[in-house]
């Protein structure tokens, strides 16, 4: 079998799965916003990728009836994702550049420690979690899904370890030898030079914690608190569900994700390909 130029047998094999996975992650986004454009007839049509005719309806009355909580219900999410990425990024830093570069005792019993944590999932410790949150008085607050990320995170962790084992210690012993201590050398040596790091882990808790639902559904029971995701989920009804408003929504939800991917999309690719290449 003859093949174009510059490609081999394997990676053919490796674009067309690549293309593959591409379709299975394109091909719902691109039916939600197709139902997001179609008429109230044509809404549940299998047969209708394209709508015909094509209809914003659904963004303007999803609008109007969203627009006295959109604000708040966006502010809250905006608080819980920005305050909580940076407690992330701040702590996980700290402590994986501290695992790469210090040597303290059972280092290695600390760093797989973490990783074991790392194998448990979430639900088993939701209960334990939830007892102690309400003992505290947090339930209602954004407090659980924001303040825990303020003492790290066993991926995040992970990552930064990973990222700093490649960092180059040249620069950090000049750093030494101009007398400049560790946190300084971490602050004005590491950091900027880090930055491909801090900003694809930024983005992917980001993202993570922008579209969360199973947390805010659990912690913030009063309306008052509610994110965006929760505020969709409203619209669903026992009987009836005003789908092209539901989809609309979540169109509109994609749109600041798929705007600040663009705009880091260097940054993210680089932290991304450095970072889990070392062991």
């Given at each position: 079998m003859r093949l174009p130029t510059g490609l081999t047998l394997s990676s053919t094999f490796y674009y067309g799965l690549l293309t593959l996975l591409a379709l299975a992650y394109l091909v719902p986004v691109a039916w939600v916003v197709s139902t997001s454009l179609r008429t109230n007839a044509n809404l549940l049509r299998a047969d209708q990728w394209?709508?015909?005719?094509?209809?914003?309806?659904?963004?303007?009355?999803?609008?109007?009836?969203?627009l006295p909580d959109l604000a708040r219900y966006?502010?809250?999410?905006?608080?819980?994702?920005?305050?909580?990425?940076?407690?992330?990024?701040?702590?996980?830093?700290?402590?994986?550049?501290?695992?790469?570069?210090?040597?303290?005792?059972?280092?290695?019993?600390?760093?797989y420690g973490l990783l074991a944590t790392m194998m448990v999932p979430g639900h088993v410790t939701l209960i334990p979690?939830?007892?102690?949150?309400?003992?505290?008085?947090?339930?209602?607050?954004?407090?659980?899904?924001i303040i825990p990320f303020f003492f790290g995170s066993p991926f995040a962790t992970f990552f930064f370890r990973q990222f700093f084992l490649?960092?180059?210690?040249?620069?950090?012993?000049a750093a030494t030898l101009d007398g400049a201590g560790a946190l300084r050398t971490f602050r004005s040596i590491v950091v900027p030079v880090?930055?491909?790091?801090?900003?694809?882990?930024?983005?992917?808790?980001?993202?993570?914690?922008?579209?969360?639902?199973?947390l805010p559904i659990i912690y913030l029971q009063r309306k008052e608190q509610w994110v965006l995701t929760q505020a969709i989920r409203s619209l669903l009804g026992r009987y009836d569900s005003p789908w092209g408003?539901?989809?609309?929504?979540?169109?509109?939800m994609t749109v600041p994700i798929v705007i600040l991917y663009l705009?880091?999309?260097?940054?993210?690719?680089?932290?991304?390909t450095f970072g889990g290449i070392h062991g």
């Amino acid at each position: 079998m003859r093949l174009p130029t510059g490609l081999t047998l394997s990676s053919t094999f490796y674009y067309g799965l690549l293309t593959l996975l591409a379709l299975a992650y394109l091909v719902p986004v691109a039916w939600v916003v197709s139902t997001s454009l179609r008429t109230n007839a044509n809404l549940l049509r299998a047969d209708q990728w394209i709508p015909d005719p094509i209809t914003f309806e659904h963004y303007t009355s999803g609008l109007q009836e969203a627009l006295p909580d959109l604000a708040r219900y966006t502010f809250n999410t905006l608080r819980i994702a920005g305050l909580s990425t940076l407690g992330l990024l701040l702590s996980c830093s700290l402590a994986g550049y501290a695992l790469a570069r210090w040597r303290f005792p059972l280092r290695r019993l600390w760093f797989y420690g973490l990783l074991a944590t790392m194998m448990v999932p979430g639900h088993v410790t939701l209960i334990p979690t939830y007892v102690l949150f309400r003992k505290l008085g947090w339930l209602n607050t954004p407090n659980p899904l924001i303040i825990p990320f303020f003492f790290g995170s066993p991926f995040a962790t992970f990552f930064f370890r990973q990222f700093f084992l490649s960092f180059p210690r040249e620069l950090e012993d000049a750093a030494t030898l101009d007398g400049a201590g560790a946190l300084r050398t971490f602050r004005s040596i590491v950091v900027p030079v880090s930055k491909p790091a801090f900003v694809a882990l930024g983005v992917l808790h980001f993202t993570g914690m922008w579209n969360g639902f199973f947390l805010p559904i659990i912690y913030l029971q009063r309306k008052e608190q509610w994110v965006l995701t929760q505020a969709i989920r409203s619209l669903l009804g026992r009987y009836d569900s005003p789908w092209g408003e539901i989809m609309a929504g979540v169109v509109l939800m994609t749109v600041p994700i798929v705007i600040l991917y663009l705009l880091v999309q260097r940054y993210f690719v680089q932290g991304i390909t450095f970072g889990g290449i070392h062991g």
